[in-house]
T-cell receptor, first 110, second 117 residues
């Protein structure tokens, strides 16, 4: 059974710093992967989707990569801003079902 | 606020009752979904509607019936509630016509915690 782990559980950085969030899988047979953002009291919003044939996706200051051989994905955030403060979750997608990690709570200090 | 909103956030009810959970999205998405949180951090898809048309209907008891009055709304009605129905239910929407969970712009509501006593 697939288990998804996210490290670190919480991260605090000063504004402007580049940072990396990590997501790892026990079963490297990852089908597709999404990174989500969750603001307090709100639902999840998809940030980046990496389909099975892809290795990375970029959107603005965000870059997500997927290395199936090692069962890992990273979310890189460049030039972090206080507005990036949120919880970030990765999810393995298999036949429309989603298995999530516990998330990384990011705080970007002004 | 553009979002997917679910009501109520919490629902406690007795066995045998009939209840509904409402979901609305103002993102202009064509596709909406209902998921059940099967265990911690695992969301299992139940239903999906595209522009009011049912396109996914997973194996769930027929006591669960989705209703989509328009493409911005997808409500979940549950008849004769059972103890095992207790769970968190999530509504979601996406912008693609049909890529399922591979759609871009996937947005979830904050969930409805249903407790059947």
């Amino acid at each position: 059974k697939q288990e998804v782990t996210q490290i670190p559980a919480a991260l605090s950085v000063p504004e402007g710093e580049n940072l990396v969030l990590n997501c790892s899988f026990t079963d490297s047979a990852i089908y597709n992967l999404q990174w989500f953002r969750q603001d307090p009291g709100k639902g999840l919003t998809s940030l980046l989707l990496i389909q099975s044939s892809q290795r990375e996706q970029t959107s603005g200051r965000l870059n997500a990569s997927l290395d199936k051989s090692s069962g890992r994905s990273t979310l890189y955030i460049a030039a972090s801003q206080p507005g990036d403060s949120a919880t970030y979750l990765c999810a393995d997608i298999n036949n429309n079902d989603m298995r999530f990690g516990a998330g990384t709570r990011l705080t970007v200090k002004p | 606020d553009t979002a997917v909103s679910q009501t109520p956030k919490y629902l406690v009810t007795q066995m045998g009752n009939d209840k509904s959970i409402k979901c609305e999205q103002n993102l202009g998405h064509d596709t909406m979904y209902w998921y059940k949180q099967d265990s911690k951090k695992f969301l299992k898809i139940m239903f999906s509607y595209n522009n009011k048309e049912l396109i996914i209907n997973e194996t769930v008891p027929n006591r669960f019936s989705p209703k989509s009055p328009d493409k911005a709304h997808l409500n979940l009605h549950i008849n004769s509630l059972e103890l095992g129905d207790s769970a968190v239910y999530f509504c979601a929407s996406s912008q693609d016509r049909w890529q399922g969970a591979l759609s871009y712009g996937y947005t979830f509501g904050s969930g409805t915690r249903l407790t059947v006593v």
